[in-house]
């Protein structure tokens, strides 16, 4: 299975947990990923348009992590369609912060770090 880019639009809003949002772009696995820090999410795009986050990360290397990423597997058979990114410069802080509020927001069933439990 290869997880396709979208061709109608280039970007995405994430809103997190307080309803602040985050600006993500498409990714195309064919092409080099930025070599810089950031967040990034594997999505699963469902009948109606929209997306589901399945999985929600950060990284020092955008391009380190996200084509060796150890869920990615995981991800595909979920139903991953996508891959959704943007590069986040504040530092370390700034990305844990962003991937725990948007973890415990979206819950996405293969995190299993910052889940809300029912």
Known sequence: MHLRKRTDVSTIDWP?????????????LDRPVKDEDGNYMFVKQLANGSYLPLHIGQADRLKNRIPNHDRLDDAKRAGATH???????????????????????????LNVQHCNVS
Not at 17 to 27: C, G, N
Not at 95 to 102: A, G, I, Q, Y
């Open 83 to 109: 891959v959704t990114a943007h590069t986040t410069p504040a530092g370390e802080r700034s990305r844990l912060d962003e991937e725990r509020d948007l973890i415990q927001h979206r819950n996405p069933s």
């Open 16 to 28: 997190d947990k307080s309803r602040k949002t985050y600006k993500y772009w498409f990714l195309d």
